[in-house]
DNA sequence: TATTGTTATACTCTATAACTATA
DNA sequence: TATAGTTATAGAGTATAACAATA
């Protein structure tokens, strides 16, 4: 393989391409499911319970809080998620997984690994692997959890 | 370092992410210039001649054609690329760059280059060439030049 | 008839500001 | 006084449709 000139070798260029790819790949599968792929994305982490409100969950999937209000109704109307009051702060609303909700997430699970493994068609399962494994340590850094102490600190 | 779980361990989330935090950079980077990051991509496609028309260079950056004339009247008013009409087919417009537009590109390419360093700080210099090379082996198949055939023969 | 580029319009998405309730 | 969440509004960004020039 020659090595590529101009845009296309820029690292801007190759995660812009390989986002918007994997985007409208999600797009397909995800189908009918409110706020699309970004709605999936919310199911996966309230099946965790890593975010504590809707405030830290935006922040976590880069997304604004008015923007979480929205997306977050449609999926309590569909009965996908619901809203509980956090008993240690009564302004924050926990999101948790409907019965339906984790059924949906479970089977969306398979059809967006398939998807990702078809858009990681020109890598070995190694690199695919250690692709996953690179970007996972670049992602925890910038806009994980290292974020919200970043921000904690910026903001005392 | 532990695997992540939930959302965190997904590769949407590392994509979108790393992506995000990238765009960030590169917006401080580019600072005034017309269209921002994607108008560096503009100049930074120009510069090869890679793309023969506005059409091939919208589709290479993921950009609509309507997209591209707005970001190019721009460019063209800062006076950084100039169009010129193509004598092979004159309906299409060549990009090209003006030596005020190569000036701000070299310029520009240094600073982004030190940006990304910054993003790719937890990865040694090894892992960030192996980085850049996985993506961009995803990028060339999925929206390259390969695309431009995937499309021909769709339309086809 | 199909395609490149332009323009105008409409639409989607997102952010800003103001409000309520809790802290 | 500051924060979580909601709502309404305004703004940016994008796509859709109609047009002119060329193939």
Excluded: N
Excluded at 33 to 50: C, D, F, K, S
Excluded at 123 to 137: K, M, N, P, Q, T
Aim: glycine residues 10%; proline residues 4%; aromatic residues 2%.
């Amino acid at each position: 393989m020659t090595t590529p000139s101009g845009v296309e070798a820029e690292l801007g260029w190759a995660l812009g391409t390989v986002t918007r790819a994997h985007l409208r790949a999600a797009q397909d599968v995800v189908g009918g499911l409110p706020g699309g792929p970004r709605g999936y994305q919310v199911l996966a982490a309230a099946a965790t319970g890593e975010a504590g409100s809707q405030l830290a969950l935006g922040r976590q999937l880069g997304v604004d809080r008015t923007v979480m209000t929205y997306l977050l109704d449609e999926l309590e109307q569909a009965g996908l998620v619901a809203r509980t009051p956090d008993p240690a702060d009564r302004r924050a609303r926990r999101i948790t997984l409907t019965e339906s909700g984790q059924a949906r997430l479970c089977a969306l699970e398979r059809s967006l690994r398939a998807a990702e493994d078809d858009l990681l068609a020109p890598l070995d399962s190694g690199e695919r692997a250690e692709l996953r494994a690179l970007l996972l340590r670049v992602a925890t850094r910038v806009g994980g959890p290292a974020i919200t102490c970043t921000e904690a600190e910026a903001l005392s």
